[in-house]
């Protein structure tokens, strides 16, 4: 199990800061790592990547705008996302507070419902996964950028759903019980990672440490250390525990299921903020969640691109295959997001 588990760290991709020089704009833009070159199945595992990325157009997820191929290899370009990674303020802070927690389990689920509508499970939710930014008037923003291992779920059509049958796919400390027992996951499997990311925000930890194999056991079967939630709101503890329900059907069974209680329990804190803050009693009311409007799906077409020698300024020399690709239309600047 161990050696399955290590699989999941291996950079299928990487993914370098670059310019578009014909839009004149900074971009992302993830190449096949060198070692993959050749292997067919690493190959269809990218461009797979890439298309599922593609289909999903909304503010919480980052945009794939071209894919392409040189010789060997393929690289794809996509949105910039300016920020850094949850990681960071994490381990800045200890724990985030509860209502900026909120804010970010908000709109990461805004953007798990954006692609649980394409019929994909992402299947590697965790901070490192998802940049965060806060605007010029303290607007926070989150927004998932890495589609690396979103598939299919399993009654979606199956041309790219080249996986292995019951290989590892995910992070251990944030995978669910059921990506653990290598069986078909959905949407679900995503609400419970996400789950461990919210733990993860208010506590400054995991639920859940150990080994690979210690992992797999404790998510699929050990109880939640809930004395580890002593200091968190009652209301954030309630949707914490029905989104790590080692049961599917016990968790939120869609994101925007998950979207409603959150938008209750933000109002539900503001509310008790202002009572306490003018000293006055009163009796909260829970509203009823107004609709999320469905945001359109927008096509983008394919464009081709000039092939012309570039130079590469990166200090690792195991892509130098790239050397024949990106000047016309790209130039690299530096790496990008951590794989």
Same mark, same amino acid.
């Given at each position: 199990?161990? !050696?399955?588990?290590?699989?999941?760290?291996?950079?299928?991709?990487?993914?370098?800061?670059?310019?578009?020089?014909?839009?004149?704009?900074v971009?992302?833009?993830?190449?096949?790592?060198? $070692?993959?070159?050749?292997?067919?199945?690493?190959?269809? $595992?990218?461009?797979?990547? +890439?298309?599922?990325?593609?289909?999903?157009?909304?503010?919480?997820?980052?945009?794939?705008?071209?894919?392409?191929?040189?010789?060997?290899?393929?690289?794809? +370009?996509?949105?910039?996302?300016?920020?850094?990674?949850?990681?960071?303020?994490?381990?800045?802070?200890?724990?985030?507070?509860?209502?900026?927690?909120?804010?970010? #389990?908000?709109?990461?689920?805004?953007?798990?419902?954006?692609?649980?509508?394409?019929?994909?499970?992402?299947?590697?939710?965790?901070?490192?996964?998802?940049?965060?930014?806060? #605007?010029? $008037?303290?607007?926070?923003?989150?927004?998932?950028?890495?589609?690396?291992?979103?598939?299919?779920?399993?009654?979606?059509?199956?041309?790219?759903? *080249?996986?292995?049958?019951g290989?590892?796919?995910?992070?251990?400390?944030f995978?669910?019980?059921?990506?653990?027992?290598?069986?078909?996951?959905d949407?679900r499997?995503?609400l419970?990672?996400?789950? @461990? @990311?919210?733990?993860?925000?208010?506590?400054?930890?995991?639920?859940?440490?150990? !080994?690979?194999?210690?992992?797999?056991?404790?998510?699929?079967? +050990?109880?939640?250390?809930?004395?580890?939630?002593?200091a968190?709101?009652?209301?954030?503890? /309630?949707?914490?525990? $029905?989104?790590?329900?080692?049961?599917?059907?016990?968790?939120?069974? #869609?994101?925007?299921?998950?979207?409603?209680?959150v938008?209750?329990?933000?109002?539900? *804190?503001?509310?008790?903020?202002? /009572?306490?803050?003018?000293?006055?009693?009163?009796?909260?009311?829970?509203?009823?969640?107004?609709?999320?409007?469905?945001?359109?799906?927008?096509?983008?077409?394919?464009?081709? /691109?000039? @092939?012309?020698?570039?130079?590469?300024?990166?200090?690792?020399?195991?892509?130098?295959?790239l050397?024949? @690709?990106?000047?016309?239309?790209?130039?690299l #600047?530096?790496p990008?997001y951590?794989?």
């Open positions: 199990m161990e !050696s399955l588990l290590s699989w999941v760290a291996e950079q299928w991709g990487v993914t370098y800061n670059a310019i578009d020089v014909n839009l004149r704009s971009v992302a833009l993830k190449v096949i790592n060198a $070692r993959f070159i050749g292997d067919d199945s690493a190959h269809r $595992r990218f461009v797979r990547e +890439a298309r599922a990325a593609a289909s999903v157009r909304h503010p919480n997820v980052a945009s794939v705008f071209h894919l392409g191929k040189s010789g060997e290899g393929y690289f794809y +370009a996509m949105e910039y996302v300016e920020g850094e990674t949850l990681e960071n303020p994490i381990k800045r802070c200890g724990r985030l507070e509860p209502k900026i927690a909120l804010e970010i #389990t908000s709109q990461v689920a805004a953007g798990l419902a954006a692609i649980h509508e394409q019929n994909l499970v992402h299947r590697d939710i965790k901070p490192t996964n998802i940049m965060v930014k806060l #605007t010029d $008037r303290d607007l926070l923003t989150a927004k998932i950028i890495d589609l690396g291992l979103a598939k299919p779920v399993a009654d979606a059509p199956t041309e790219v759903a *080249i996986s292995t049958p290989a590892f796919a995910g992070t251990p400390e995978a669910s019980p059921e990506q653990f027992a290598g069986v078909p996951v949407i499997s995503d419970y990672s996400l789950g @461990v @990311v919210l733990w993860e925000m208010v506590t400054g930890h995991v639920v859940f440490r150990g !080994s690979p194999s210690e992992l797999m056991y404790l998510h699929q079967h +050990a109880p939640l250390p809930l004395q580890q939630l002593k968190i709101p009652q209301n954030i503890k /309630i949707i914490i525990k $029905r989104l790590l329900e080692k049961d599917p059907g016990q968790r939120f069974q #869609t994101p925007n299921e998950l979207l409603g209680e938008a209750s329990i933000a109002r539900a *804190i503001e509310v008790r903020r202002n /009572i306490k803050h003018e000293k006055s009693l009163g009796t909260l009311i829970q509203q009823p969640t107004a609709p999320r409007t469905k945001l359109p799906v927008i096509r983008v077409p394919e464009r081709s /691109i000039a @092939v012309l020698p570039f130079d590469s300024l990166s200090e690792d020399k195991g892509n130098t295959f050397l024949t @690709v990106f000047r016309t239309r790209f130039f #600047t530096s990008n951590p794989n």
